[in-house]
Nanobody, 116 residues
Framework: QVQLVESGGALVQPGGSLRLSCAAS????????MAWYRQAPGKERELVARIDNFFESTNYADSVKGRFTISRDNDKQTVSLQMNDLKLTDTAVYYC?????????YGQGTQVTVSS
Protein backbone atom coordinates (compact mmCIF):
# COMPACT_ATOMS: atom_id res chain seq x y z
CA GLN A 1 0.00 0.00 0.00
CA VAL A 2 1.24 3.45 -0.95
CA GLN A 3 0.37 6.67 0.85
CA LEU A 4 1.67 10.06 -0.25
CA VAL A 5 0.90 13.29 1.60
CA GLU A 6 1.96 16.64 0.16
CA SER A 7 2.35 19.90 2.03
CA GLY A 8 3.72 23.38 1.50
CA GLY A 9 1.40 24.83 -1.08
CA ALA A 10 0.49 28.48 -0.64
CA LEU A 11 -0.27 31.81 -2.25
CA VAL A 12 2.95 33.52 -3.29
CA GLN A 13 3.88 36.59 -5.34
CA PRO A 14 5.72 36.33 -8.65
CA GLY A 15 9.43 35.94 -8.05
CA GLY A 16 8.86 34.28 -4.71
CA SER A 17 9.86 30.85 -3.47
CA LEU A 18 8.11 27.83 -2.00
CA ARG A 19 9.22 24.42 -0.84
CA LEU A 20 6.84 21.52 -1.27
CA SER A 21 7.25 18.34 0.73
CA CYS A 22 5.85 14.87 0.32
CA ALA A 23 5.81 12.26 3.06
CA ALA A 24 5.61 8.73 1.74
CA SER A 25 4.47 5.59 3.48
CA UNK A 26 5.61 2.59 1.49
CA UNK A 27 7.94 -0.35 1.86
CA UNK A 28 11.36 0.09 0.26
CA UNK A 29 10.82 3.75 -0.55
CA UNK A 30 14.40 4.05 -1.74
CA UNK A 31 13.83 1.59 -4.56
CA UNK A 32 11.32 3.77 -6.41
CA UNK A 33 11.73 6.80 -8.63
CA MET A 34 9.75 9.77 -7.34
CA ALA A 35 8.32 12.75 -9.16
CA TRP A 36 6.30 15.92 -8.93
CA TYR A 37 3.49 16.57 -11.37
CA ARG A 38 1.20 19.57 -11.65
CA GLN A 39 -2.16 20.31 -13.14
CA ALA A 40 -3.35 23.80 -13.95
CA PRO A 41 -7.04 24.60 -14.47
CA GLY A 42 -8.22 23.35 -17.84
CA LYS A 43 -4.92 21.63 -18.59
CA GLU A 44 -3.63 18.10 -18.43
CA ARG A 45 -1.40 16.89 -15.64
CA GLU A 46 2.26 17.37 -16.56
CA LEU A 47 5.54 16.10 -15.22
CA VAL A 48 7.50 18.83 -13.43
CA ALA A 49 10.49 16.94 -12.05
CA ARG A 50 11.66 13.41 -11.45
CA ILE A 51 14.36 11.89 -9.27
CA ASP A 52 15.48 8.34 -9.78
CA ASN A 53 16.24 5.80 -7.09
CA PHE A 54 19.76 4.80 -8.08
CA PHE A 55 22.26 7.66 -8.26
CA GLU A 56 19.34 10.07 -7.69
CA SER A 57 19.61 11.46 -11.20
CA THR A 58 17.08 14.17 -11.94
CA ASN A 59 15.24 15.61 -14.88
CA TYR A 60 12.97 18.61 -15.24
CA ALA A 61 10.37 20.07 -17.52
CA ASP A 62 11.89 22.77 -19.69
CA SER A 63 9.57 25.33 -18.13
CA VAL A 64 11.09 24.88 -14.66
CA LYS A 65 14.75 24.14 -15.40
CA GLY A 66 17.03 26.35 -13.40
CA ARG A 67 14.24 27.39 -11.03
CA PHE A 68 13.03 24.16 -9.40
CA THR A 69 15.05 21.50 -7.59
CA ILE A 70 13.81 18.06 -6.62
CA SER A 71 15.44 16.11 -3.82
CA ARG A 72 14.75 13.07 -1.69
CA ASP A 73 15.63 11.71 1.73
CA ASN A 74 15.32 7.96 1.73
CA ASP A 75 15.80 7.67 5.48
CA LYS A 76 12.88 10.00 6.14
CA GLN A 77 10.88 8.75 3.14
CA THR A 78 10.35 12.25 1.84
CA VAL A 79 10.70 14.03 -1.46
CA SER A 80 10.82 17.79 -1.81
CA LEU A 81 10.48 20.38 -4.53
CA GLN A 82 12.23 23.70 -4.02
CA MET A 83 10.62 26.28 -6.29
CA ASN A 84 12.32 29.62 -6.88
CA ASP A 85 11.49 32.61 -9.07
CA LEU A 86 7.89 31.51 -9.29
CA LYS A 87 5.86 32.69 -12.25
CA LEU A 88 2.14 33.16 -12.80
CA THR A 89 2.23 30.12 -15.06
CA ASP A 90 3.39 27.94 -12.15
CA THR A 91 -0.07 28.18 -10.61
CA ALA A 92 -1.41 24.63 -10.32
CA VAL A 93 -2.17 21.77 -8.02
CA TYR A 94 1.09 19.94 -7.42
CA TYR A 95 1.09 16.19 -6.93
CA CYS A 96 3.74 13.97 -5.48
CA UNK A 97 4.10 10.69 -7.38
CA UNK A 98 5.71 7.34 -6.75
CA UNK A 99 6.59 5.50 -9.93
CA UNK A 100 5.96 1.86 -9.22
CA UNK A 101 6.66 -1.21 -11.25
CA UNK A 102 3.16 -1.31 -12.75
CA UNK A 103 1.45 1.88 -11.59
CA UNK A 104 2.12 5.48 -10.72
CA UNK A 105 0.68 6.53 -7.37
CA TYR A 106 -0.30 10.12 -6.59
CA GLY A 107 -0.98 12.07 -3.46
CA GLN A 108 -4.02 14.29 -2.97
CA GLY A 109 -2.19 17.39 -4.21
CA THR A 110 -1.31 20.78 -2.79
CA GLN A 111 -2.36 24.10 -4.31
CA VAL A 112 0.27 26.59 -5.43
CA THR A 113 -1.05 29.96 -6.50
CA VAL A 114 1.26 32.61 -7.89
CA SER A 115 -0.42 35.98 -7.95
CA SER A 116 0.34 39.62 -7.33
Amino acid sequence: QVQLVESGGALVQPGGSLRLSCAASVDRFGSYPMAWYRQAPGKERELVARIDNFFESTNYADSVKGRFTISRDNDKQTVSLQMNDLKLTDTAVYYCALIGWHNTYYGQGTQVTVSS
